[in-house]
């Protein structure tokens, strides 16, 4: 068995403050700053490395590959089934559902991805919506930033009802042994009403005063929607790869399949189907088209951004706080629960919360003799998964789907700045962990 890796900072600085110093340089420059996002992570990934807070080795294995596969390979399918005008026939048939009505397609949207987002997971929700999004503001001529904003909402608020919805999700169930009944059962419902309020305030802030000129509403309403299938031999394989990445996702436990393996998988698949009966130059061409649409900045910001938060988790910086909290609370369940629930909202608002749940997991286990046994901390499972879930709302950096969107805007040469989504999504992600906190204590202490 390999030893555990120990962190040797030179001059024998303590790798706690060291690594933790790194990060939120990073993030202040990531914020504060004029250079690319990917930039100042893959410095600070490569610092902590040379100052000996992780290794390469251990910074390699801090990486969450599945994470990263799963990202490529639906960058990769949603490229190709663009081509097919799948998502050009999809933002015409919402629009024209909803009459065109900017407000009725900014609620229609969010409740959208918010079942999609409980059904997959989140980072495929958003791809898959996203460029959707873009195409019906491109339509009607309004600002796409307020669909964009309510869609990763919604869909990190749809994501944390389900066991499959969210990756801290899938920690905390196979850990703890809860099924997807119980989470079901017991997140459902709060995040039904965490949704409401969202919708509900995202329209007070924009809904109401987004409007289309009746031109525009009356040139989408006669416009044809299967007229803009530009191929259908290929949108008929698109949607059949894509179905069956999606049942594969939804039964990914029992198939014994991770998610990255399951999108790289459809992306290859879909890849031979686009290319097989092509020549080898046009082949290239297609294959180049397909990479150059992948989102390389988000890629490899995540990849970066992974190992520096490895190198804080590996200094001792997490365990430290959550074993302090945990040591705090004593063996008063409900504060615990709600030390728990503010705790991980706020953490993981800045920091990745995969790490975040992965160590407080352990910490919880220990913990349950204090608090009466297994039995009696199952409440702090659920306010874990609601504060680290929703907690990714309230900073641009705070979870997978919200960078995945401002890749997909720089692409499309949107602007998504970062104190401008702080600005509404802090207060917001703070009002949903407020009903989750009465939620949590009506129901449960």
Sequence with gaps: MTDPFVPHVIFGFDPMWVSAA?????????????????????????????????????????????????????MILVSISRRSGLFQYLAIWSAQKANASPAGILVMLQLTTALVSALLNNVSTVLLV??????????????????????IFACNIGGTATLIGDPPNILIGSSAGLTFDAFLRNLAPVIVLVLAAQMLMVHVIWGR??????????????????????????????LGVIGAVLVAFIFSRPLHLQAATIALAGAAVLMLLDNWQHQDAEQSEKVHRTFADVEWITIFFFIALFVVVHAVEVSGLLALLAGRLVTLTGGNVAGAGA?????????SAILDNIPFVATMIPLLKNAAP??????QIVPLWWCLALGACLGGNGTLIGASANLTVVGIAERNAIRFPFMQYLAYGLPMMIVSIAICQLYVWLRYF
């Design 339 to 347: 030390a728990i629930l503010w705790m991980s909202a706020g953490l």
């Design 370 to 375: 204090a608090y009466g046994g297994f039995g």
């Design 209 to 238: 005063k987004l409007s289309a000129t009746p031109e525009s509403r009356a040139l989408v309403m006669g416009m044809n929607a299967p007229g803009m299938i530009a191929d259908p031999v290929l949108l008929r394989q698109a």
């Design 130 to 151: 996203a460029p959707v999004t873009l195409a019906i503001a491109e339509e009607l001529d309004v600002p796409p930033f307020p669909f964009l904003f309510a869609e």
């Design 22 to 74: 790194i990060l939120v340089l990073a993030y202040a420059l990531i914020v504060f700053g004029r250079l690319n996002r990917a930039v100042v992570a893959l410095i600070a990934a490569c610092l902590v490395v040379m100052v000996g807070g992780l290794d390469q080795n251990e910074a390699i294995a801090g990486i969450n590959w599945d994470t990263i596969g799963l990202l490529t390979g639906m």
